[in-house]
């Protein structure tokens, strides 16, 4: 009899938030594949892209380091961040492997597979374009701020972000995945510089209207100053269906516990507050609503535990 094909889970997103989710989806019986942002213009990443017109490497060395089941001094040396040396002060070693991938392939995506190979990668892993781009917001008061870096950092409230070069070619192989997949996750994340700069891709939004599986969003638990001050979890999924329509998401995934008083002091100081569940108005907007308890208890500050979103997310393979 033959083997009955793995389920297909396929998670979107960059910044810090994919890595949480992915290191608990490795584990499960699935066909994985993990579609990154490449519009990281700060940091490491913003110099190799500046200096050497590739898409940038940083999202795409955590993705890796997270589905990898390499020996963990070979992920500390992948990880590792030189602190001093005029040229190389700030780089990551993972970042720089990438680079000179990219280099020797003449080819960013071809160059992650060979990293991903070495390291034992568990899943695909696709950069949302093979190519160099960059994020760019309207903010509300009419005015564009370029660069993924700058716009949280404009204290000026955002209308919408758009690419460049337009239009972004997305990796064929990264639409198809989204196509084909059995559930497509939207992972957390900075709103409109990590979430939104895959989705707004205009073959990605249209694969996420067409594709069979189950849409959900894992909400951000905290608000982000420069990003969603004072948004609910209903302004989150506003903001994507302003952008890339409505039929794009039919779930979202929410924290429902009362977060701890010395918590959100720390987070006050940052301008950051609780995304208040707004559950009435997510279902007028036909979103089912997935409540649990999803925060890692061991952590000072607030993140996604991994084995709890990845179990709840297993279980909707079901």
Do not use: W
Not at 58 to 70: C, E, K, P, Q
């Amino acid at each position: 009899m033959p083997k009955k094909p793995l389920p297909r889970v396929v998670v979107l997103g960059g910044g810090t938030g994919m890595p949480v989710l992915l290191r608990g989806l490795k584990s499960f019986p699935i066909d994985l594949s993990a579609i990154v942002t490449v519009a990281d213009d700060g940091g490491s990443s913003g110099r190799l892209r500046e200096e050497l017109s590739m898409p940038a490497p940083g999202d795409i060395r955590n993705v890796i380091a997270a589905l990898s089941d390499a020996e963990p001094m070979l992920l500390d040396l992948f990880q590792h961040r030189f602190r001093n040396g005029n040229g190389l002060s700030g780089h990551s070693m993972g970042n720089l492997l990438l680079a000179a991938m990219n280099s020797i392939t003449g080819d960013f995506f071809h160059g992650i597979k060979e990293i991903s190979r070495v390291l034992n990668v568990k899943g695909n892993i696709f950069p949302i374009a093979n190519q160099n781009m960059f994020l760019h917001a309207e903010m509300m008061d009419g005015s564009v701020v370029s660069g993924e870096s700058k716009i949280p950092a404009s204290g000026k409230k955002i209308k919408r972000v758009f690419l460049s070069p337009e239009p972004v070619q997305p990796l064929p192989e990264a639409v198809k995945a989204v196509k084909e997949a059995d559930l497509v996750v939207i992972a957390p994340g900075s709103l409109y510089t990590s979430t939104l700069p895959n989705m707004i891709v205009s073959q990605i939004g249209d694969a996420l209207r067409e594709t069979q599986g189950e849409v959900v969003y894992v909400c951000n638990v905290m608000t982000q100053h420069g990003e969603t001050t004072d948004y609910t979890a209903s302004d989150h999924v506003q903001a994507i269906q302003d952008h890339i329509g409505e039929g794009c998401l039919h779930s979202i995934v929410v924290h429902n516990q009362i977060i701890d008083d010395e918590v959100r002091k720390m987070y006050a100081v940052e301008h950051a507050s609780p995304v208040i569940n707004d559950q009435d108005r997510l279902r007028e907007m036909g979103i089912n609503v997935i409540e649990g308890d999803i925060i890692d208890p061991n952590q000072t500050s607030l993140r996604h535990d991994t084995t709890k979103v990845a179990k709840l997310l297993y279980s909707m393979l079901d």
